[in-house]
């Protein structure tokens, strides 16, 4: 099938379905293209939370489809590469967090939203990098554990001095794969480029950013910038949305190898396999819907 029909076929597939596709930023281009809405983790947990159609295509990893799901029970919602997961999700189990319990009984625990739905079910509230820092706030208690990003959990504690914060041992492969060193040489190369990071980066590599944020806070500060260069310490994906909404300015990738291999796995063949089969249809076990629902939903009222 070329191109343009694939296309077409998605399109006539979502209307007769009464779907919606969502794409993460960093989903290759051609998926990015026919989403109906792209975005980072909080933006695209409220958009799956607000509409009202019956079928959801998350194009992204397991943890946000399972996430749209925890939100909206009564939706059919589509992964369509089962096998896209997520590594930090997976570096912390629903065991993980009793043992925390046990030892440290009066800290509330803050889960980032790469997380499994048993983790965070035990969780007191979820956070995504666009809100880490605002939630921590948000928590009356002064005791909190971070799980299970390390990077992101250090750049909130700087952040919030104040509160004394117990990290989990987690890290995105990808985001850790750049060292100071790569910075230190675009930084020579690019010399009048501003350096925007994820926070799932090495705190050495954060301590030398002009800007960290979500996908959706690195694109939406490079495009209300006067600046016209910029060195991208996240994944390769979001130069689809910088260049398209900046023609006229500059991207350098901080290190070659800023590529997740499972944010890469969904086609548009996958994605209109996703459709025409219904599949593969994301649920979450009954025991742990209650308390992941609890958890995220106070992170959307936290804003
Ligand atoms: P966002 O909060 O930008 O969606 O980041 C999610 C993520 O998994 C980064 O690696």
Known sequence: MDMNTLKEVIFNLKKQKNAIIVAHNYQIDDVQEIADFVGDSFYLSKVCA?????????????????????????????????????????????????????????????????????????????????????????????????????????????????????????????????????????????????????????????????????TKQIIDFATSSSAKEFIIGTETGVLYSLKKLNPEKEFYLLHPGMVCPNMKKITLTSLREALLYERYEINVDENVLEGAQRALRKMLQIG
């Open 50 to 214: 607000e509409r009202e159609e019956n079928v959801i295509v998350f194009c992204g990893v397991h943890f946000m489809a399972e996430s749209a799901k925890i939100l909206s029970p009564q939706k059919k919602v589509l992964l369509p590469e089962i096998d896209a997961g997520c590594p930090l999700a997976d570096m912390i189990t629903a065991d993980d967090v009793d043992r925390l319990k046990e030892k440290y009984p009066d800290y509330s625990i803050v889960c980032y939203i790469n997380s499994p739905a048993s983790v965070k079910a035990k969780s007191d509230v979820i956070c995504t990098s666009s809100n880490a820092i605002k939630v921590v706030r948000n928590i009356p208690n002064n005791k909190i554990i971070f799980l299970p990003d390390k990077n992101l959990g250090l750049f909130v504690k700087k952040n919030v001095p104040e509160k004394d914060i117990i990290l989990w041992e987690g890290f995105c492969i990808t985001h850790y794969k750049i060292k100071k060193e790569d910075v230190l040489k675009a930084k020579s190369a690019y010399p009048d480029a501003l350096l925007l990071v994820h926070p799932e980066c090495r705190e050495e590599v954060v301590e030398l950013a002009d800007f960290v944020g979500s």
